[in-house]
Nanobody, 124 residues
Framework: QVQLAESGGGLVQAGGSLRLSCAAS????????MGWFRQAPGKEREFVAH????????YYADSVKGRFTISRDNAKNAVYLQMNSLKPEDTAAYYC?????????????????WGQGTQVTVSS
């Protein structure tokens, strides 16, 4: 089992940057593929990015490709989401999630563990 805690959210102007962190506690963090999702008010939770166990494989939603970068540090039990060129439509609560299966997936129900989320607000 793994526990997840996100941090790094906040208020930023359009065009700015934020770096989200997700700290994991529990055993065998390197055995989990990790994902970032986001949910805006009144909308369904949507996939943002995925990274494999070793960090060698990544996958992004089209809406963030080229602007966001997912990375991980297994020695620190952490995964990160660097967000550049932020837009007002990126405003949402951002969640990290973990799954034991290393196959890339964009489906939230296929992730086993979730953090509580961190709010990102981008002003125009």
């Amino acid at each position: 089992q793994v526990q997840l805690a996100e941090s790094g959210g906040g208020l930023v102007q359009a065009g700015g940057s934020l770096r989200l962190s997700c700290a994991a506690s529990g055993r065998s963090f390197s055995s989990y593929a990790m994902g970032w999702f986001r949910q805006a008010p009144g909308k369904e939770r949507e996939f943002v990015a995925h990274i494999t166990w070793s960090g060698g494989g990544t996958y992004y939603a089209d809406s963030v490709k080229g602007r966001f970068t997912i990375s991980r540090d297994n020695a620190k039990n952490a995964v990160y989401l660097q967000m550049n060129s932020l837009k007002p439509e990126d405003t949402a609560a951002y969640y990290c999630a973990a799954r034991l299966n290393n196959v890339i997936t964009t489906t939230s129900r296929e992730y086993d563990y979730w953090g509580q989320g961190t709010q990102v607000t981008v002003s125009s």
